[in-house]
């Protein structure tokens, strides 16, 4: 995963003005959209997965400036995954919430598509 980010960001560097202004106007509709299909999955399971990050104190070895080892306190930072049960009556009100919200915007990205298209024309070749 992390090799992929800068890959996604260097591609993203890439995109004409055009498309990441369109990219720019539809992300509160996608982001609406996601919202929605992580509602229906939590919704199914009856849980939310969350992630946390504790940093816990392990016995390990320390490399010294002579370039020998020794014994030594040292701090590591593991993901812990749990599991909370959702309340489903907050989250179908979300969703519906969400669903009403959708039209709203959709239109709004593509007034801000068509709105791009009009600052960003396509150079001709």
């Not at 812990?80 to 709203?104: E, F, N, S, W």
Request: charge should be positive; hydrophobic fraction near 40%.
């Amino acid at each position: 995963m992390r090799q992929l980010v800068p890959i996604l960001l260097l591609l993203a560097a890439c995109a004409t003005p055009q498309e990441r202004c369109i990219n720019d106007a539809a992300a509160p509709y996608r982001a609406a959209l996601k919202e929605r299909a992580e509602i229906a999955k939590s919704l199914a399971r009856g849980v939310d997965i969350v992630t946390e990050y504790e940093t816990r104190r392990v016995f390990t070895r320390c490399e010294t400036k002579e370039g020998g080892w020794v014994p030594c306190w040292d701090r590591e930072t593991y993901p812990v995954t749990r599991r909370i049960p959702v309340d489903p009556a907050a989250l179908k009100a979300r969703d519906a919430q969400l669903a009403r919200d959708l039209p709203r915007l959709e239109r709004a990205a593509e007034r801000g598509a068509a709105a791009c298209l009009q600052a960003f024309p396509e150079a001709d070749s």
